[in-house]
């Protein structure tokens, strides 16, 4: 999704940076991700218009909306750094509006709980069959170089090949594709997946 700028050029999603606050521009990456991944929604789904009604996509109406998912996805001193505060905040938000959207969540644990490579990118498959970017939350990036860590970021495609299994990631305006099996091999911290699914 594509949002204007003020300077008029385009932004691939939103930019933590648009916040007006320091402390929102720091700590701001999962509530601007739900934002993104809420306003998609309502702007490809008629019913779920309700989310994000926005006559247009620009920085200075989209920040107000982001100001506004902050009040429920709203990240702590350690920033938005469970998967939870991420899901409750957006189902509290989908409440308010009158939305029936049901989060779907995979956690990607260190140790004996952390979910086969198969598992996430099957997880990360149906939500994007679904037509929802998937929210992507990683505290460590491994080795993956192009992703910040303690951070959440949004996956708009998968790509299963030679070059092995690559996630296109939208970040602050921009996107980029990086190795999902070299994140998911060399992380050493708590990772996770959202994606949001319209109840009949």
Known sequence: MDIRRQDGTRSHGADQDWYSLPWRQRAGC???????????LAALRPSLAALCPLEGREQGTFVTYMDQVWEYVTPGSHGLNRVEMYTDGVARFCGERGVRLLPHALEVPIGEERPGFDRCVSFIRAGLASDCPVAFLNLDNGEVEALDKWHWVLLSALEEGDAGTLVTVVDNGNTFSIDLKMWYDTARDLGGFVWLEELN
């Open 30 to 40: 999962g509530p601007t991700t739900a934002s993104v991944q809420m306003a998609y």
